[in-house]
T-cell receptor, first 108, second 114 residues
């Protein structure tokens, strides 16, 4: 079964501290994994995808097939990073399977 | 260019009533998706249109939900009759073509059934 797990519903860190949002998945086959973000009063938007291996807004995420994880990391958190973050995978049928989301709060 | 739009932004109805949600995808996007987030739970897939055809409706919860996409443009999602457990945020997303993994989301419609 396809499943995405984000163990932390809430995560609070101080500005300038490193941040890591955890994501684990179960999927038979080669998954395509994503992080979506929803800032306050904005719509859900793609933050990054594992196939592009890029850094967006200082965030990176590495797919670890051995641990079936796709954790999102940023070395120095900024206040504007406060948002709801969703890890997701896409199945062959083109539908996104989301985790429950992690609300990240950056304290000044 | 306008993004995905949804109407209404918020709907409050009584149990047993009917509600119709509308989604206008980005112009030229053949793929249209409906998702739902029920309170405290994850965002879940409902169905996927390719143009006017239903490609995958495996996520539709029951036959009280009816989705249509007239002429392959905008889509409607009707809930009839609404039940309390239908409350949540309904998201629409669109993408340009199959294999285009980025789905662009609308702002969502918050449905409250009382």
């Amino acid at each position: 079964a396809q499943r995405v797990t984000q163990p932390e519903k809430l995560l609070s860190v101080f500005k300038g501290a490193p941040v890591e949002l955890k994501c684990n998945y179960s999927y038979s086959g080669s998954p395509e994994l994503f992080w979506y973000v929803q800032y306050s009063r904005q719509r859900l938007q793609l933050l990054l995808r594992h196939i592009s291996r890029e850094s967006i807004k200082g965030f990176t995420a590495d797919l670890n097939k051995g641990e079936t994880s796709f954790h999102l990391k940023k070395p120095f958190a900024q206040e504007e990073d406060s948002a709801m973050y969703y890890c997701a995978l896409i199945s062959g049928a083109q539908k996104l399977v989301f985790g429950q989301g992690t609300r990240l709060t950056i304290n000044p | 260019e306008a993004g995905v739009t949804q109407f209404p932004s918020h709907s409050v109805i009584e149990k047993g009533q009917t509600v119709t949600l509308r989604c206008d995808p980005i112009s030229g996007h053949d793929n249209l998706y409906w998702y739902r987030r029920v309170m405290g739970k994850e965002i879940k897939f409902l169905l996927h249109f390719v143009k006017e055809s239903k490609q995958d409706e495996s996520g539709m919860p029951n036959n009280r939900f009816l989705a249509e996409r007239t002429g392959g443009t905008y889509s409607t999602l009707k809930v009839q009759p609404a039940e309390l457990e239908d409350s949540g945020v309904y998201f629409c997303a669109s993408s340009q073509d199959l294999g285009a993994y980025e789905q662009y989301f609308g702002p969502g419609t918050r449905l409250t059934v009382t």
